[in-house]
């Protein structure tokens, strides 16, 4: 935390937001527990099964600035590291399917690969591998909803846990090795700070909870 941003290492579990039945979520819980911080809005969002890195901006100028930084793809670089099915071919690829979000009759929010979506391009790479598992390394350089866990599954790796995209008989296995949650974790965050103009490299490790599925696997 400076006088500009806070950058924290989400949960699973915690929405980053209230609202869709939820009282809270971090922002509303920050502006609780921190009042003295005044300002305080998120730069950027993670699904709420996601753990990770996640920016929130201490002043409108630097919301401004990283959400810019965001929009063109310059100065960000997210990347997120995911337990899934199957073995990749080639030690990593690049996945450009656009991507489309729909409302079904519950009103939750389903994204699919469509022509008529919106553009969106994921990159991913081995950086482990088990007899039919693999822990990928995934970078996004765009920002769709669920695009991570929907390209996973596009290309026949949907990641372990994802009880919306993903293999239920893959997903059965792992819970036998002890996941109770979405294997997907927001690892590493590079920015320029929209104030100082410094680069940061934030990283946040692996949680526990997963690692312990690693060390079983």
């Not at 088990?130 to 991570?148: K, M, N, P, V």
């Not at 993903?166 to 949650?181: C, I, V, Y």
Request: net charge positive.
């Amino acid at each position: 935390q400076d006088d500009h941003l806070l950058v924290v290492n989400k949960p699973a579990g915690l929405a980053v937001h209230g609202g869709s039945g939820l009282e809270f979520g971090l922002v509303e819980a920050l502006r609780q527990l921190r009042p003295e911080l005044g300002y305080v809005e998120l730069a950027h969002r993670l699904d709420r099964e996601t753990s990770g890195c996640l920016m929130l901006a201490l002043d409108r100028p630097t919301l401004v600035g990283l959400q810019s930084q965001l929009v063109a793809r310059e100065g960000v670089r997210k990347h997120y590291l995911a337990l899934v099915s199957g073995l990749l071919t080639e030690p990593s690829v690049v996945v450009e399917a656009p991507l489309l979000t729909t409302r079904g009759e519950d009103a939750k929010r389903r994204v699919m690969v469509a022509p008529d979506g919106q553009s969106a391009r994921t990159g991913f790479a081995v950086r482990r591998s088990w007899q039919d598992e693999a822990l990928l390394e995934i970078e996004l350089f765009t920002g769709r909803t669920h695009q991570a866990r929907v390209h996973a599954a596009h290309i026949g790796h949907p990641i372990a846990g994802d009880r919306m995209y993903g293999d239920s008989a893959f997903n059965r296995k792992l819970r036998r090795l002890g996941l109770g949650r979405l294997f997907l974790h927001a690892e590493r965050l590079r920015i320029i700070h929209p104030v100082t103009r410094v680069r940061h490299d934030f990283h946040a490790p692996l949680p526990e909870t997963l690692m312990s599925v690693l060390d079983r696997l």
